[in-house]
């Protein structure tokens, strides 16, 4: 051994490093502490997480097919339930964001070469399209302006005229603000013997929504938004009419880890007394996500459409009292005329601590977009965001001229 290491001594490299098998040294950044800056999450999302929650996601991990996790997950199950107003046995939680719920509908919903029609009045429905032609779906879209609406008379002619089956639509458009109305719209789907797909990732819990009553067929959100969770799990239900399509397609989904008849075993919906193995679950992120759904049943539905209500109505007035022009909806402010959006964006963040955001798509460059979802949800936080758009008009005003 001696006469290896006097060896390596003679060579040109440094000691140490002699006697070590690796080339890529420890990184020097990882050797600082990191803390999380204590920031106002009140941009379209992730909104602040609360103590609660972020204290169920600290508990101590267990297995992922552990009985307690089971348990966990059947609560899970029933929150969304709630969450979402419906009875459908097919209901669970994505392991991944909002994007991955969307692709779970697509990818189970369609073959290829079916027809899938998507509603755009934002970057949604063209993200919807995207995914159904990557796996080889005819896609159509209907198209109207960023902070449009289509009518019902629009979306059965369509639907006639296209004969997809599957049509999307974004009740909670956060690109550009606009809350889309639902009713009646799933009775014209079934009519034309297409599904109803749904994107309530940034509405859910915050405006009204009724899967059974209003006959959507597949309907998905995120974790991140008014439920508060931190960002990585992804509510979907599936009714009976979409199961029928899912579970008797004549070709299996593109992807393995999206395909409902493995997801559909692993959440104990397919009535199999197995449950195999699919993929190492998030547990911390299942604590907390079923933290955010105990919190938003123990508040109660409606409490909580009627709280996201009031403090829109409430923000609208202060709004307007500053002079601000609103788009027809509860968090989409038109950016006003001579400033520059992101010199507003951040000042608010460096000297508010204090996260609003610009437009997405659309209506970049147009909007600002404030979100207060879930405990953000409250008057104190529209008087932060009022104070904090006040200093930072008479600011960046001032920077101007
Ligand atoms: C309406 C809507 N759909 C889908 C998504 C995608 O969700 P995620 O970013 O969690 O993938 C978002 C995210 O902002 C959204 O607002």
């Given amino acids: 051994i001696k006469e290896t290491i006097s060896a390596h001594h ?15 040294q420890p990184p020097k950044c990882l050797q600082k502490t990191f803390v999380a800056p204590r920031r106002h999450m009140f941009g379209p999302g992730p909104s602040n997480v609360p103590p609660r929650i972020l204290a169920a996601g600290a508990e101590p991990i267990i297995g992922h097919m552990h009985p307690e996790m089971l348990e966990i997950m059947s609560d899970i199950k029933s929150g969304i339930q709630y969450a979402f107003q419906t009875q459908n046995n097919m209901t669970i939680a994505v392991s991944g964001t909002g994007h991955t719920a969307m692709e779970c509908a697509i990818f189970n919903a369609v073959e290829p070469g079916e027809g899938v029609l998507t509603a755009v009045n934002g970057i949604w429905g063209e993200r919807a399209a995207e995914m159904a032609e990557r796996i080889g779906a005819r896609v159509n879209s209907i198209v109207t302006t960023a902070g449009g609406y289509f009518t019902s008379e629009e979306i059965d002619r369509a639907l006639a005229k296209h004969k997809p089956v599957l049509f999307f639509l974004t009740h909670g458009e956060s690109s550009t603000g606009v809350v889309h109305p639902l009713d009646g719209i799933g009775d014209i789907c079934h009519k034309h013997n297409c599904l109803f797909l749904v994107d309530c990732v940034a509405s859910m819990g915050g405006a009204p ?140 963040m460096k000297n508010h601590n204090l996260e609003i955001s610009g437009g997405l798509g659309p209506s970049v460059g147009q909007v600002l977009r404030v979100g207060l979802m879930g405990g953000n949800s409250s008057k104190a936080s529209v008087d932060m965001v009022l104070e904090a758009l006040r200093d930072a008009l008479r600011y960046c005003h001032k920077s101007k001229v």
């Avoid at 003679?10 to 890529?24: A, E, F, P, Q, W």
């Avoid at 008014?226 to 009976?240: D, H, Y």
């Fill in 10 to 24: 003679k060579t040109k490299h440094h000691k140490n490093r002699s006697m070590s098998s690796i080339t890529v």
């Fill in 209 to 348: 929504l009724h899967m059974d009553k209003q006959g959507i067929d597949i309907l998905y959100s995120g974790s991140q938004k008014v439920l508060n969770a931190p960002p990585g799990t992804a509510p979907i239900s599936f009714s009976e009419r979409a199961c029928q399509k899912v579970f008797n397609r004549k070709t299996k989904p593109v992807s393995f880890f999206l395909d409902m008849t493995w997801l559909a075993n692993y959440w104990g919906c397919d009535g199999k007394p197995a449950r195999i193995y699919h993929h190492t679950a998030p547990v911390s992120a299942f604590y907390s996500l079923r933290e955010s759904l105990a919190i938003l049943a123990e508040q109660g539905l409606e409490n909580s459409w009627r709280r996201h209500k009031e403090v829109a109505e409430y923000f609208h007035e202060g709004l307007e009292n500053m002079g601000l022009k609103l788009l027809p909806t509860v968090t989409t402010i038109v950016a006003p005329p001579g400033y520059d959006w992101k010199e507003i964006t951040s000042y608010i």
